[in-house]
């Protein structure tokens, strides 16, 4: 079992900058490869970025790519988002969802269904 807890959503204008946290209880954060989502008003779910448990692998949404990393500490059971040059698209609640990996890979998952463990989800609102 793996709880998740996002944090670091706000309100920032838009070209402005968040980092979102996604902290894990329990000790095999590692065995974990890590995603984050978005969900904005009306629209359905989608695949923000991905990264593998041992983070030798990422993984990103064609629309976030260039201005967000994903990265992870194991060593801290966090995962982290950095968002730059936000745009009000961007606007959404972002959640963390966690997969098990048996072993360890480099690769990461884009599908939601693949997840096992969600967090509660963390708003971002971009200002135009």
């Known amino acids: 079992q793996v709880q998740l807890v996002e944090s670091g959503g706000g309100l920032v204008q838009a070209g402005g900058s968040l980092r979102l946290s996604c902290a894990a209880s329990g000790r095999t954060f590692s065995s974990y490869g890590m995603g984050w989502f978005r969900q904005a008003p009306g629209k359905e779910r989608e695949f923000v970025a991905a990264?593998?448990?041992?983070?030798?692998?990422?993984g990103y949404a064609d629309s976030v790519k260039g201005r967000f990393t994903i990265s992870r500490d194991n060593a801290k059971n966090t995962m982290y988002l950095q968002m730059n040059s936000l745009k009000p698209e961007d606007t959404a609640v972002y959640y963390c969802a966690a997969k098990f990996v048996e072993w360890s890979s480099s690769n990461w998952y884009r599908g939601a269904t693949m997840y096992d463990y969600w967090g509660q989800g963390t708003q971002v609102t971009v200002s135009s």
């Open positions: 990264i593998s448990r041992s983070a030798g692998g990422t």
